[in-house]
């Protein structure tokens, strides 16, 4: 089982950065792949980054390409998005996914098992 606590959401104006963190807990949390996605009222929920679990291997969006960044420090079981020039079509709230047999489909949210509970972002024009 694995644990994942999303931090770092808030009130931003466009054009400012935000950086989210997920925090992860539970057995071998190092060899899962993680993924950011975000849901706005009434939309699909969608990715926005992925990252497997060696980090040599990034997924992004068009969308978010060239403004969104995800990392991660698997010695702090941690994984980082950081956002840049924020729009406000980027407000939703955005949520950390896990999942270990993920493979190459690091943009499909079927393939992450395990979810947190997601942090609000809203970004004011």
């Known amino acids: 089982q694995v644990q994942l606590v999303e931090s770092g959401g808030g009130l931003v104006q466009a054009g400012d950065s935000l950086r989210l963190s997920c925090a992860a807990s539970g057995r071998t949390t190092s060899t899962y792949a993680v993924a950011w996605f975000r849901q706005a009222p009434g939309n699909e929920r969608e990715v926005v980054a992925a990252i497997n679990w060696l980090g040599g291997q990034t997924y992004y969006p068009a969308s978010v390409k060239g403004r969104f960044t995800i990392s991660r420090d698997n010695a702090k079981n941690t994984v980082y998005l950081q956002m840049n020039s924020l729009k406000p079509e980027d407000t939703a709230v955005y949520y950390c996914?896990?999942?270990?047999?993920?493979?190459?489909?690091?943009?499909?949210?079927?393939?992450?098992?395990?979810w947190g509970q997601g942090t609000q972002v809203t970004v004011s024009s």
């Open positions: 996914a896990a999942g270990l047999y993920v493979g190459t489909y690091l943009y499909m949210k079927q393939a992450y098992a395990y």
